[in-house]
Nanobody, 120 residues
Framework: VQLVESGGGSVQAGGSLKLSCAASGLTIIDNCIGWFRQGPSQEREAVAIFSYIRGSPPIYADSVKGRFTISRDENTVYLQMNSLKPEDTAMYYC?????????????????WGQGTQVTV
């Protein structure tokens, strides 16, 4: 399994960015898959997650509801980030696991990407 993020960068407050996570070695819809972030001196937190359960809505952190949208196609998971705030500054990671979708995710059984930096 390999997850490769892209799309990070620097943006002014109120701006938008779209992150992409190219997934290989797994079937996206059969896995828990989503986005996490870790800011300076902060613990890693879940941002938005898809469950493998058909028809389940994505899980969003309260801090991003109404601003961020997770989506997916056959091979890629996206995170559209609008109305960005300075507190959204973090390294953003894509992650996947076979079960146990609600966060927090244990390290065991989770595959992580290398991360992409977002600075607001």
């Amino acid at each position: 399994v390999q997850l490769v993020e892209s799309g990070g960068g620097s943006v002014q407050a109120g701006g938008s960015l779209k992150l992409s996570c190219a997934a290989s070695g797994l079937t996206i819809i059969d896995n828990c898959i989503g986005w996490f972030r870790q800011g300076p001196s902060q613990e890693r937190e879940a941002v938005a997650i898809f469950s493998y359960i058909r028809g389940s809505p994505p899980i969003y952190a309260d801090s991003v509801k109404g601003r961020f949208t997770i989506s997916r196609d056959e091979n890629t998971v996206y995170l559209q980030m609008n109305s960005l705030k300075p507190e959204d500054t973090a390294m953003y990671y894509c992650a996947a696991r076979r079960s146990g979708c609600p966060p927090p995710w244990r390290s065991q059984g989770t595959t992580w990407g290398q991360g992409t930096q977002v600075t607001v």
